[in-house]
């Protein structure tokens, strides 16, 4: 009864295709979008370059020659001459922090130099927020001991905000600020009012008011009173449409670097804030959202496993960390630091019991029990030791649970042991890593754990070799010391060149370790893709995969590897549709 007889099946066929032209002839009015007349990069190995693309319902039903693209314009297909410029599959940033970073983004003086520049922050978040709102963030200062891109030395002169600048154009605006390292806050007279502070004549417990001449408060504050003065009165959230307009400036800034996915972690409400604008059209990036760890039950019971949600929001993976970070000594290591006999680092929460003493088998556990629910598992580890012990981790989920496509993703890998590089590729690792925090991190990295160790920090080389597959991406915003710029360019830049923004030193840090631009790009694109089990969807730029591309204003393989840093890109599509444009 299965059996269609032939002029059946013959008949079928045409009345499927007569349906298919119809839809794409008179609804579609041919492609959406066509590029032509560019230099593409497809990262499809079986179709390296190609001149023009064309997309279609928001997926790529063309990569070819210019003259084969241009048969299919349509009525309302939007056609775009690239004029020979370069373009790339749309970026996959595999780490950011978006909550954070909207914040971050919409104030913030954290690389800020002088006064000029403060009072042009302060004006731009003005026209952002509604009378009333707090001006918080600051973060000054974090760069004041070691210059953008330097390798070390004292950079500048110390910045500190004058508050006197901005205090009558933020007078119905209440303003708490701060230094990177809390060592200093500082607030505005509206702010000092609220807290119960009279600026004529400042006082309040363990608070040291910074005066003027004529004993008024300049609005610096020092001293471990001044929390408390504000903890009450300083919201501890934003107003969700406060969360909106963050979200939709980040968006922009996503877009402006090329970017089309990345792997998100923030809290439930950034996520609430991704399903309202993906209703509204308004999503920009392709967003894979991570849960806490020790939410894995939680997500069971909700249904949710690798490969849920859509194109646009994807589920089904649990983020965890098991060391502390190098910015504060505190990953974890074999054998201690060089600058700290007595400290090793230390581990993170779920590691450890309420005594602060590692709990043999704990956090295996809650690995062992998203893993048997079907999530997919992405642990921070930093120094060599807890990278070592999360493959261990790996070999019992494979005893436990059964050898499978995991996909493990080991966020950051940062300083590996020489003996576990192979076992990082025999465990079919995903590598997350960050190139720009080598830029960053060299400054002093050899001081605290010497040149033996060193050499296995972001050994992208060696990790490469070695099987894992490498997955970049940029850590946005970054920590409280330090920026880390959405931009894919440092980071590509980074892992070709490993020096630091300003050329230092000469050659790279531990040059062995570069890898070629091909390996980056693939590192930025198609491999985030598979890190998030999606290679299928996107990641290059060949027919099937959705129309994500980003156009760049240089040939990427035409230039010295030092120009890569300042590359910029000119426009970013995403399922077919222009989303910036400079
Ligand atoms: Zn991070």
């Known amino acids: 009864m299965n059996r269609t007889s032939p002029p059946t099946r013959i008949f079928l066929a045409s009345f499927l295709l007569l349906i298919g032209l119809v839809l794409s002839g008179c609804s579609?009015?041919?492609?959406?979008?066509?590029?032509?007349n560019g230099t593409l990069w497809t990262g499809d190995a079986d179709n390296p370059r190609v001149e023009a693309l064309v997309i279609t319902d928001g997926v790529i039903v063309l990569a070819g020659s210019s003259d084969e693209a241009l048969t299919h314009r349509g009525g309302n297909t939007e056609v775009v001459d690239l004029q020979g410029a370069f373009g790339v599959p749309g970026?996959?940033?595999?780490?950011i922090h978006f909550g954070s970073a909207a914040r971050f983004l919409e104030f913030n003086i954290m690389r800020t130099g002088t006064q000029e520049e403060f009072v042009e922050r302060v004006e731009s978040v003005l026209t952002r927020l509604e009378e009333g709102e707090w001006i918080v963030g600051g973060m000054w200062g974090a760069y004041d001991q070691w210059a953008e891109g330097s390798s070390g030395g004292a950079a500048r002169e110390p910045f500190r905000p004058d508050m006197a600048l901005i205090q009558d154009m933020t007078a119905d605006y209440p303003m708490f600020i701060r230094k990177f390292n809390n060592a200093e806050f500082a607030a505005n007279r509206t702010a000092l009012e609220l807290a119960g502070v009279d600026p004529l004549a400042p006082e309040a417990q363990d608070v040291a008011f910074e005066l003027d001449e004529e004993g008024h408060a300049t609005g610096i504050m020092r001293g471990r009173g001044v929390a408390a003065l504000f903890r009450e009165i300083v919201p501890r959230e934003f107003s969700l449409e406060r969360r909106f307009a963050q979200t939709r400036h980040a968006l922009q800034e996503v877009a402006r670097y090329g970017v089309t996915s990345v792997s998100d972690m923030s809290d439930d409400t950034q996520l609430e804030i991704y399903r309202?604008?993906?209703?509204?059209?308004?999503?920009?990036t392709r967003v894979h959202f991570r849960y806490f760890l020790d939410r894995w039950s939680e997500l069971q019971s909700e249904g949710i496993s690798v490969g849920s949600g859509d194109e646009w929001i994807r589920l089904g993976a649990l983020k965890g960390h098991i060391d502390g970070i190098m910015g504060t000594?505190?990953?974890r290591f074999f054998e201690p630091y060089d600058t700290d006999p007595n400290n090793y680092g230390r581990w993170r929460q779920l590691m450890v019991g309420e005594d602060g003493e590692l709990v043999e088998g704990q956090f295996l556990g809650y690995m062992l029990n998203a893993d048997s629910a079907d999530l997919q598992l992405s642990i921070h580890a930093i120094g060599d030791e807890a990278n070592s012990l999360l493959m261990d981790y790996l070999e019992s989920l494979?005893?436990?649970?059964?050898?499978?496509?995991?996909?493990?993703?080991?966020?950051?890998?940062?300083v590996i042991a020489p003996e576990d590089f192979d076992r990082l590729g025999e465990l079919g690792v995903v590598a997350e890593v960050q190139p720009f925090?080598?830029?960053d991190d060299m400054r002093w990295m050899e001081e605290r754990i010497g040149t033996e160790r060193s050499r296995g920090a972001y050994a992208f080389k060696r990790l490469l070799d070695g099987g894992a597959i490498l997955a970049f991406g940029s850590d946005w915003p970054g920590t409280s010391a330090a920026e880390y710029p959405i931009n894919p360019m440092l980071g590509l830049y980074a892992a070709v060149t490993r020096e630091t923004l300003t050329g230092t030193p000469e050659g790279g840090w531990f040059p062995e370790e570069k890898i070629s631009l091909e390996d980056a790009l693939r590192a930025y694109t198609v491999n985030g893709?598979?890190?998030?089990?999606?290679?299928d969807i996107k990641g290059t730029l060949s027919p099937g995969q959705l129309g994500d591309v980003a156009i760049l204003d240089a040939d990427l393989f035409a230039?010295?590897?030092?120009?890569?840093?300042?590359?910029?890109?000119?426009?970013?599509?995403i399922g077919g549709q222009i989303v910036y444009q400079d």
């Open 28 to 36: 579609q009015g041919g492609a959406d979008l066509i590029l032509h």
């Open 398 to 414: 494979n005893a436990e649970n059964g050898v499978k496509e995991r996909r493990f993703r080991l966020v950051h890998a940062q």
């Open 437 to 439: 925090h080598l830029s």
């Open 559 to 573: 230039i010295a590897p030092r120009a890569i840093k300042d590359v910029a890109v000119t426009m970013t599509v």
């Open 329 to 331: 000594s505190t990953a």
């Open 91 to 95: 970026f996959n940033d595999t780490h």
């Open 276 to 284: 309202a604008l993906n209703e509204t059209g308004e999503l920009t």
């Open 529 to 535: 893709a598979y890190s998030t089990f999606e290679e």
